[in-house]
């Protein structure tokens, strides 16, 4: 019995974003030492996939930040 619980305790892992504890059966990736499962790695995608226009963002928020800048003799 106690063999099965660590064994069961090996497959079992604890998601490190959403706190979730995944079995075996709920896909998962291990990054670093850090284990992920497929919900949260769907939305990591997510944010990769947009992270491209997020930073166009970014850029143009500092440009706009610097022209009000100029703009009020800063
Ligand atoms: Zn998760």
Known sequence: ???YAEHRTEDMHHC?????ITYKKIPGKEIGEKWICID???RL?????NLEKW????AL???ME???E?????
């Open 45 to 49: 995608k997510e944010v990769l996939d």
């Open 61 to 63: 928020g500092e440009e």
């Open 1 to 3: 019995m106690e063999a």
């Open 66 to 68: 610097e022209q009000i």
């Open 55 to 58: 930073e166009e963002e970014l």
């Open 16 to 20: 490190h974003l959403c706190e979730r």
């Open 40 to 42: 949260c790695l769907r």
């Open 70 to 74: 100029k703009d009020l003799g800063i």
